[in-house]
């Protein structure tokens, strides 16, 4: 197999191979780590040794992605604040055409989802992602993970049940989304307390991650009159040079905030019922990397 052929299977595979170990990590900088040392060991694999190209390089990332993530545990548990995981734009394209198959994605890699994934072992995690989000079969996944068929099956219902018990019940409808998010965005903006109360639920939360480089709050707020009067506050502040655009994260609609052309914050909401149920606000500028050039 000449280089070009070695380079080009490799990045017909890229975007499933980044999906998993995102997934799997919860923070981009980590997952591009893992598929370029899969790069390293598919560059130098003997050809003869891998009939099947895109199982080997699956099996591989899972594997790093799994040898990551209990490498980064002590990490996460010293982690300042609550931790949620970067953002990720997403844009499935042509390429994910069907509604179905779209909605799947875009739920297995939300805010709440991945949040929820964090309290998995990394073995619950991986067979979560393989299995839920691109529907490997369990022998394909078994031998991934080198453990039997019967073995996988367990960890995938321990998995399932786990998830579906915290997961939040969301509305997933990206137009009411987004026609929230933006008239979240004109209540709090305009310091209209009585308009801002109208859109949160009344056990509304708002989760802040700022890692302990920035201004957040340290704890999960919750009720709608803390909630409101905290955004307000924030919305007060004469703040020189900001600009807010709409853009995808995550599987669905989400502000960016920048000051002075720099990326300052990025926030989100999950809705259920017409009124905002959760407000994600990630300000950990570590994870706000990927919009320097915003």
Not at 47 to 72: C, G, H, K, M, N
Not at 180 to 189: D, G, I, K, S, V
Not at 198 to 219: H, T
Not at 231 to 254: F, H
Request: aromatic letters at 6%; a negative charge; charged letters at 30%.
């Amino acid at each position: 197999m000449t280089t070009d052929i070695v380079t080009d299977v490799f990045e017909e595979h890229r975007p499933v191979l980044t999906g998993v170990a995102y997934r799997m990590l919860g923070r981009i900088a980590d997952a591009e780590d893992v598929v370029q040392e899969a790069w390293l060991r598919w560059s130098s694999v003997v050809r003869e040794d891998v009939r099947e190209p895109r199982a080997f390089l699956v099996r591989t990332v899972t594997r790093l992605a799994i040898d990551r993530l209990r490498q980064l545990r002590s990490r996460r548990e010293a982690y300042v604040g609550p931790w949620l995981p970067e953002p990720l734009v997403t844009d499935f394209g042509p390429a994910v055409p069907d509604t179905a198959e779209r909605a799947v994605l875009a739920d297995s890699v939300s805010v709440a989802v991945l949040v929820v994934l964090e309290s998995l072992s990394p073995l619950e995690r991986a067979v979560f992602v393989l299995r839920e989000a691109f529907g490997f079969p369990y022998g394909e996944i078994a031998t991934t993970l080198d453990r039997t068929e019967a073995a996988v099956r367990q960890l995938a219902g321990r998995a399932r049940r786990h998830v579906e018990e915290r997961k939040p019940r969301y509305d997933v409808d990206p137009v009411h989304r987004r026609d929230l998010t933006e008239r979240f965005l004109a209540a709090a903006a305009g310091g209209d307390i009585d308009a801002l109360l109208e859109l949160l639920a009344p056990d509304v939360r708002l989760v802040g991650d700022s890692g302990g480089k920035s201004k957040a709050p340290l704890r999960i707020l919750e009720s709608a009159d803390k909630v409101g009067r905290f955004l307000v506050g924030i919305a007060q502040e004469p703040v020189p040079d900001l600009e807010i655009r709409s853009l995808e994260l995550n599987g669905g609609p989400a502000l960016l905030v920048l000051i002075g052309g720099k990326p300052d914050s990025v926030m989100q909401v999950d809705v259920r019922d017409g009124l905002i149920q959760c407000l994600y606000i990630v300000r950990n500028p570590d994870k706000l990397t990927a919009f320097g050039n915003a």
